[in-house]
T-cell receptor, first 112, second 118 residues
């Protein structure tokens, strides 16, 4: 089952902040965040690990609440280059192995 | 390092035709995945493989078959294409997922294949 992302779309002016949320009905081992520009492949932003450790981007931060099975991505002082679609992915353990399952995405538009 | 490559980049098929999409990675990754992306639906998992010679179904496997005869290659086949399979297909690979690796591992995506079925 896909994790649920909210909001579906965000419109910002340069310098404004945004929060994108990701929630799952299943226990989370890790949450991955990706950004996709139009016509391109998704690009890794960061990973949040069970236990609080995170690895990733300089100017974008995120939180991971294991108990609530939620993660949030914080984009502060947005820049034009932040525009794109953001996806969260959660690791699901299956009988045949582990797979990364993505949400439907949040489209972020930043204007000057 | 080329990373993850996909062949072809674009393809137009007629209903009922067959084709194979090729994904190749040169990072010696164990896990490989095929996703399809449709407007408003995000990235949906079609099939995946956790090692050479293994494959498993994802969320939307109907109408597709896969094979992983070599560790570096993951093939996605459409035996009888349908208009509903019009989509952008992404391949991805990861060394080992975090839960197994016990550390930080990034999943890499290929550039995508845009497929239109008429």
């Amino acid at each position: 089952q896909q994790p649920v992302q909210s909001p579906q779309a965000v419109i910002l002016r340069e310098g404004e902040d945004a929060v994108i949320n990701c929630s799952s009905s299943k226990a989370l081992y890790s949450v991955h965040w990706y950004r996709q520009k139009h016509g391109e492949a998704p690009v890794f932003l960061m990973i949040l690990l069970k236990g609080g450790e995170q690895k990733g981007h300089e100017k974008i931060s995120a939180s991971f609440n294991e108990k609530k099975q939620q993660s949030s991505l914080y984009l502060t002082a947005s820049q034009l280059s932040y525009s794109g679609t953001y996806f969260c992915g959660t690791e699901e353990v299956r009988q045949a192995g582990t797979a990364l399952i993505f949400g439907k995405g949040t489209t972020l538009s930043v204007s000057s | 390092n080329a990373g993850v490559t996909q062949t072809p980049k674009f393809r137009v098929l007629k209903t009922g035709q067959s084709m194979t999409l090729l994904c190749a990675q040169d990072m010696n990754h164990e896990y490989m995945y095929w996703y399809r992306q449709d407007p408003g639906m995000g990235l949906r998992l079609i099939h995946y493989s956790v090692g050479e010679g293994t494959t498993a179904k994802g969320e939307v496997p109907d109408g597709y078959n896969v094979s992983r005869l070599k560790k570096q290659n993951f093939l996605l086949g459409l035996e009888s294409a349908a208009p509903s399979q019009t989509s952008v297909y992404f391949c991805a690979s990861i060394a080992r997922p975090y839960r197994l690796a016990g550390g930080y591992n990034e999943q890499f995506f290929g550039p995508g294949t845009r497929l239109t079925v008429l």
